[in-house]
């Protein structure tokens, strides 16, 4: 089954409306179903049986969207995906409570997963959780202080990809993958997290926001801590306390940043179908080598 057909068929459609009309909202708006695309992907290295995996795969979807909700209040964005926020369409409040009780219905998906295979994956999918809370502290916290790359490395992974990592594993784990596979595919999926979270710091600064979904230059107005500034930082060059965007970017490109993000982009790339090599050879791997090289050309 298709997955948005699949999200199509979550029922929304509750009392009170104010509280599930965002959540209708927010998954309405598309996006690329990255996350459960991946999970499905690595059940089927496996010939794993889609109906076990999907339960697991929206969760993951849902799951992923109640972040960025609350990740666009902390932000204070203005657009998700080409559309209004939803707390600006709505309100701040409303934002919240909806993003909780996106959380709540992501848990409630996970109870349809096989009894056999439940325990393990509440374990994966907690852990991934509280660390992307914490990645988001730490995303929080830069904003007030000298970040080393070190730093901003450890955060990304922990905001960005582990749920790619966990996305993948979960669907091997309930294809009965070996261990060693299971890893292989987490390694993956970190890789392939840490390049594109990478890549949407450049479209920050260098994309067309036709596709991109969000205004230019976001990260930089926020003061955010990306791989872009954390690199110009570095070299002593940049005034540390610039928020325009005007001048941000002519100084990230007379420093060479941005082709410095490419390169970085294509070596985590690089390392990341390095562990497909570990895993069965048949057309779910190569969907997965094939994913990856997509992802990292979004206009760029």
């Given at each position: 089954?298709?997955?948005?057909?699949?999200?199509?068929r979550?029922?929304?459609?509750?009392e009170?409306?104010?509280l599930y009309?965002?959540?209708?909202y927010?998954?309405?708006?598309?996006?690329?179903?990255?996350?459960?695309?991946?999970?499905?992907?690595?059940?089927?290295?496996?010939?794993?049986?889609?109906?076990?995996?999907?339960?697991?795969?929206?969760?993951?979807?849902v799951?992923h969207?109640?972040?960025l909700?609350?990740?666009?209040?902390?932000?204070?964005?203005?657009?998700?995906?080409?559309?209004?926020?939803?707390?600006?369409?709505?309100n701040?409040?409303?934002?919240?409570?909806?993003?909780?009780v996106?959380?709540?219905?992501?848990?409630?998906l996970l109870?349809?997963?096989?009894?056999?295979?439940?325990?393990?994956?509440?374990?994966?999918?907690?852990?991934?959780?509280?660390?992307?809370?914490?990645?988001?502290?730490?995303d929080?916290?830069?904003?007030?202080?000298?970040?080393?790359m070190?730093?901003?490395?450890?955060m990304?992974?922990?905001?960005?990809a582990?749920?790619?990592?966990?996305a993948?594993?979960?669907?091997?784990?309930?294809s009965?993958?070996?261990?060693?596979?299971?890893n292989?595919?987490?390694?993956?999926?970190?890789?392939?997290?840490?390049?594109?979270?990478?890549?949407?710091?450049y479209?920050?600064?260098?994309?067309?926001?036709?596709?991109?979904?969000k205004?230019?230059?976001?990260?930089?107005r926020?003061?955010?801590?990306t791989?872009?500034?954390?690199?110009a930082?570095?070299?002593?060059?940049?005034?540390?306390?610039?928020r325009?965007?005007?001048?941000?970017?002519?100084e990230?490109?007379?420093?060479g940043v941005?082709?410095?993000?490419?390169?970085?982009?294509?070596?985590?790339?690089?390392?990341?179908?390095?562990h497909?090599?570990?895993?069965?050879?048949?057309?779910?791997?190569?969907?997965?080598?094939d994913?990856?090289?997509?992802?990292?050309?979004?206009n760029?």
């Open positions: 089954m298709d997955i948005n057909e699949a999200l199509s979550l029922d929304w459609s509750r009170p409306q104010g009309e965002p959540v209708a927010t998954l309405a708006a598309g996006g690329k179903r990255l996350r459960p695309t991946l999970t499905l992907l690595a059940a089927q290295v496996f010939d794993g049986v889609e109906q076990k995996v999907l339960p697991a795969a929206l969760a993951l979807e799951f969207n109640f972040t909700l609350h990740d666009d209040v902390m932000d204070n964005a203005e657009t998700r995906r080409g559309r209004e926020c939803v707390h600006r369409k709505w701040t409040s409303t934002a919240i409570l909806s993003g909780d996106m959380l709540i219905e992501a848990y409630r109870e349809d997963i096989e009894p056999k295979h439940l325990p393990a994956v509440h374990h994966l999918f907690t852990r991934m959780a509280r660390e992307i809370c914490e990645g988001q502290q730490y929080m916290d830069f904003e007030r202080k000298e970040v080393t070190d730093e901003y490395m450890h990304i992974r922990l905001k960005t582990v749920l790619f990592a966990n993948l594993q979960i669907g091997a784990l309930l009965d993958a070996p261990t060693n596979a299971q292989a595919l987490y390694e993956y999926g970190i890789h392939l997290g840490l390049a594109f979270q990478i890549e949407d710091d479209l920050d600064c260098f994309g067309n926001p036709a596709t991109f979904g205004a230019i230059g976001g990260d930089i926020e003061g955010k801590k791989w872009m500034r954390v690199t930082l570095s070299s002593g060059m940049l005034n540390p306390d610039s325009d965007v005007e001048y941000v970017l002519s990230y490109r007379r420093l941005d082709e410095k993000a490419k390169a970085e982009i294509s070596r985590l790339t690089a390392e990341a179908l390095k497909l090599k570990h895993l069965p050879q048949n057309d779910a791997t190569t969907q997965l080598r994913l990856a090289e997509r992802l990292v050309k979004r760029i």
